[in-house]
């Protein structure tokens, strides 16, 4: 079976190189702004253009003076940018319902597609250098990257903050994960905010909260940002040092969801789970019994990538994933007898005694527990 698969590489470029890099990253910006503009007028005059009335509008500029430079630049890299502010600007309008915002030299990451012939030798030079199929770049230094798969799909340019340079990959490969144990092993997972994941077994994972380690910094460089003049060279200086402090979060965060998504989905054949809706989870979190703190805490526990890692993970593993409904009052019944208790919609609660049966439970266990059985019986119908 084939899946598609992502890498990047960071580049090591030299002077000249990076002077290149800019050139393309301002073209991009150029391009796609008079793109946008273009768009925006049809759009207003309720006009959709095609594909193709796009690229002829750009090659009848190109047969302008005042737009000769683009002539200069590989070709198919334009209609490739130009192709990529169509698509966006269109999805822009299908799911906020306007158009895209114009882009800035100054924005903190900037993606250029490159334009690749399919096949990954074209790239691999050797352990320590990447082959870069832009006019200028060309051979780049690289630290240790290997991709021995063919069929590359998509290629892009990513640079960040201005420093720093990455070639992201999308591939088509086989898989060759290992297919699921004979043992059949199962586990049920209950997602939260205060303990982001509770097991069936008993096992628990606290919520890192990787956002309040950095909060004092963000709000000290916030502080400082207010004092200098909008648009300035040290207003931009204090915003970029702002945007790597969340990205660091950002980096620290989805390497932990990866390493526990993996353990997992190697530990496990069937894996149960709640198919929680964040989005509605968020919007009610300013009634919710915990305070509106409760907000910052989904948005730092970050239920939403867990589950998207963990349902391409199995798949790529071989593994089954069963997603049980939201409805099931998982953490309302007792497992051993079936009783539901009504006190405890209350989620401060989180020990409790069945009236029935007399056993005692941990909330979040029992509702791991109870999710689990669940699934299983589904599976068995």
């Known amino acids: ?14 002077n000249h190189q990076i002077k290149v890099a800019c050139f393309y990253k301002r073209m991009k910006v150029y391009l796609t702004n008079l793109i946008y503009r273009y768009l925006r007028g049809r759009y207003r ?29 590989q070709q198919n890299l334009i209609f490739l940018v130009v192709l990529n502010a169509y698509d966006q600007f269109y999805h822009s309008i299908d799911y906020a319902n306007e158009p895209p915002i114009f882009l800035d030299n100054r924005q ?39 991709m021995l798969e063919l069929n590359i799909l998509r290629c892009t340019l990513v640079i960040q903050y201005g420093k720093q340079y990455y070639l ?32 069936s077994n008993g096992r628990k994972i606290r919520n890192p909260k990787f956002s309040l380690k950095y909060k004092s910094k963000i709000s000290t460089l916030q502080r400082l940002l207010l004092k200098k ?14 945007a790597v402090l969340y990205q660091r979060i950002h980096n620290k965060r989805i390497d932990f969801l990866h390493q526990i998504t993996k353990r997992i989905v190697r530990n496990y054949d069937y894996i149960f789970v709640e198919a929680l809706d964040i989005r509605s989870l968020r919007k009610t979190g300013k009634n919710h019994p915990f305070g509106k703190g ?19 993970k199995a798949v790529v593993y071989q593994k089954r994933l069963v997603k049980v409904s939201t409805y099931y009052p998982s953490s309302q019944v007792c497992n051993r007898c079936g009783y539901k208790n009504p006190l405890l919609k209350n989620p401060r609660i989180k020990k409790w005694e069945c009236p029935k049966c007399k056993s005692k439970h941990d909330r979040d266990i029992n509702a791991a527990i109870n999710i689990m059985n669940f699934g299983l019986k589904s599976i068995n119908k």
Request: aromatic content about 10%; glycine content about 4%.
């Open 1 to 14: 079976m084939k899946i598609i698969k992502g890498a990047k590489v960071r580049l090591y470029l030299t």
């Open 45 to 73: 005059c309720q006009n959709k253009p095609s594909k193709k009335e796009t690229c002829d509008f750009i090659r009848r500029l190109m047969k302008m003076r005042r737009f000769r430079i683009l002539v200069k630049i």
């Open 108 to 146: 903190n990451k900037i993606t250029i597609p490159v334009p690749v012939d399919h096949n990954s030798n074209t790239f691999l030079k050797d352990i320590d250098h990447i082959w870069v199929p832009l006019d200028g770049i060309g051979k780049a230094k690289v630290k240790g990257f290997k």
């Open 168 to 199: 992201s990959f999308a591939y088509e490969a086989e898989n060759r994960k290992t297919k699921p144990l004979a043992l059949h092993k199962r586990i049920g997972i209950d997602a939260g905010i205060h303990n982001l994941l509770t097991f």
């Open 229 to 242: 003049e909008k648009g300035s060279n040290n207003y931009q200086k204090i915003k970029r040092k702002i």
């Open 294 to 312: 409760c907000m910052r805490s989904y948005d730092d526990a970050c239920l939403s990538e867990f589950y998207r890692q963990l349902e391409y």
